[in-house]
């Protein structure tokens, strides 16, 4: 039987030709990985004390940088503590492996002290229990998923001096990207002479054949060359529309989605209308189709023909009036709201910049004032469209990109853009230590002191008011300069637009790692949509 030691020592080996990250967390039961970790010169280490940042921080990196990043934790509920990212990394096909530390099989089932059942633990991820070095031949296979989850028992003694001992420097892993964990679903054949509209979504690529074609396109998609506002969903529901007495045909004859689009209740509506013939393009398992009605799924399009020139000039005439339906509605008086911070976030982003939306308002608010733009990588948690673990992906995020540009004197911006709810829920994410910080990351915080996003939908209806407040509003009143401070993480609180912009644009210059408190207000956010959806119906 291998001893733990031994056995930590051959698993790191093996996972180096895999991973260059790793995040551990302290604990007995993992001694001897994470000390067996931390003696290569191969992987960079980081260590965090609660497990769910942990694993939220190591999927930040993950997204970055293409390939698998690992956490390490003990037994127990350290492992079960790992499940929403892993979630998240599951559903929106982000490489992320998480390896637990277990008891040996002989005490599960006995009362042992932190014994819990791991093996299945993750229903998105099979378990691979690894106890022999034998086993580490399984590894291959383990990493063609994207979620995957090792399972080591360590037995006592869990670790022996030899350890500390540093591999041989010619020991080289091979790495690679997970382009590898592409689906390929085949080839699609498109008449573009008909009037198409794209759809493209959280996982989207540049599909080669669909560059001409008016897109509307979410956040993290790639930005299209003729984009068209979310708002201009409800033009394209219409078979027609009056537009300065002439009469036009604004129904597209198909509708092409590519990856994974969650965000606007009313594009989506669009994918079950059945006068639309629908096409779904993936790259993954996973099929974007609710009403499961697609005429073909696949990864590539055969493309014939062009969009006319009457079908660019009717998209572009539904993009602008999103677009103006917007900047006007910021030009009412609605005080300071979450909508007028994305527009200030989305005005001072630059080429090379990187930004992370929070799920809930922020993404949504990013894509109505314009997002995605050409230049700027935009990463959101898309996958399971959950809150948890903002804090720590942004770091994540933020700190992948300053390895990747180690000689540079500054790493690229990274921005970060959340609401209160989001930014409170992971506010141990700022619990950073004696590790390396952000060096270039702004967190933005819209906090309109609770859950802004439900002013919006049917329970923020006047009828619901009276108990609107304690189930969905769920005021607050934290202060988020002392958890900044607690947390020794610069603060700077704004309360106006003019002022957010200039500490933009001041994070732009200094860098650092910093959170810009906005305080708006939720009051107005159910007018402003209001507004926003009747200067688009015609």
């Not at 956490?71 to 599951?90: D, F, L, Q, R």
């Not at 390896?99 to 378990?127: W, Y």
């Not at 779904?280 to 990864?299: E, M």
């Amino acid at each position: 039987m291998t001893s733990s030691p031994e056995l930590a020592r051959l698993f790191a080996a093996e996972l180096a030709r895999f991973v260059s990250d790793v995040v551990i967390c302290p604990g007995s039961r993992n001694s001897a990985l994470s000390l067996a970790v931390l003696a290569r010169n191969d992987l960079r280490v980081h260590t965090r004390i609660d497990e769910r940042s942990a694993a939220f921080l190591a999927l930040g990196m993950a997204r970055v940088q293409g390939r698998h990043v690992a956490i390490i934790t003990t037994s127990g509920t350290a492992v079960a503590n790992c499940a929403p990212a892993m979630v998240e990394a599951a559903y929106s096909h982000t490489p992320l492996v998480m390896i637990s530390a277990d008891r040996p099989a002989r005490l599960q089932g006995t009362g042992a002290n932190q014994t819990i059942v791991q093996d299945g633990i993750f229903n998105v991820a099979p378990t691979v229990n690894i106890s022999e070095a034998a086993h580490l031949e399984q590894l291959d296979q383990a990493f063609t998923a994207h979620a995957v989850h090792l399972n080591v028992q360590c037995d006592t003694p869990l670790v022996e001096d030899s350890l500390l001992e540093a591999p041989s420097q010619a020991e080289q892993p091979q790495r690679g990207s997970n382009q590898s964990l592409f689906k390929d679903h085949g080839e699609v054949a498109i008449d573009l002479r008909k009037p198409t509209l794209v759809i493209a979504g959280d996982e989207a690529w540049e599909v080669a054949g669909l560059e001409d074609v008016p897109t509307i396109a979410e956040p993290s998609a790639p930005a299209p060359f003729h984009p068209v506002h979310p708002l201009a969903a409800g033009v394209f529901s219409k078979q027609q529309v009056s537009a300065e007495g002439y009469v036009v045909n604004t129904k597209p004859e198909q509708i092409i989605v590519v990856g994974h689009p969650t965000l606007h209740r009313e594009v989506m509506a669009l994918l079950s209308d059945p006068a639309i013939d629908l096409y779904v393009l993936s790259r993954s398992n996973t099929i974007t189709d609710p009403a499961q009605r697609a005429k073909a799924v696949g990864s590539r399009v055969k493309a014939s023909g062009a969009p006319s020139k009457e079908w660019l000039n009717i998209a572009q005439a539904a993009a602008e009036l999103g677009a103006e339906a917007v900047r006007d509605t910021l030009a009412e008086d609605h005080g300071l709201s979450g909508l007028h911070v994305a527009a200030a976030v989305a005005d001072t982003l630059g080429t090379g910049d990187t930004l992370f939306l929070g799920s809930s308002n922020p993404v949504r608010d990013a894509a109505f004032v314009g997002l995605p733009f050409a230049g700027v990588d935009t990463f959101a948690a898309r996958g399971a469209a959950g809150i948890d673990g903002s804090v720590s992906q942004a770091i994540g995020i933020a700190l992948a990109l300053q390895q990747a540009h180690p000689t540079e004197l500054r790493p690229p911006r990274t921005v970060a853009l959340m609401g209160d709810v989001t930014f409170l829920h992971d506010i141990g994410g700022l619990l950073i230590g004696e590790q390396p910080r952000p060096e270039n990351l702004t967190i933005v915080v819209a906090n309109d002191d609770g859950c802004g996003i439900f002013e919006t939908l049917e329970v923020g209806a006047p009828q619901y008011r009276e108990r609107f407040e304690r189930a969905f509003g769920t005021p607050h009143h934290a202060d988020l300069e002392a958890l900044c401070q607690g947390y020794e993480v610069e603060y700077q609180q704004v309360d106006s637009l003019q002022d957010l912009i200039v500490a933009l644009i001041d994070s732009t210059e200094y860098g650092g790692f910093r959170v810009i408190e906005a305080k708006t207000t939720r009051a107005t956010r159910r007018d402003i949509h209001a507004s926003l959806q009747a200067r688009v119906s015609m």
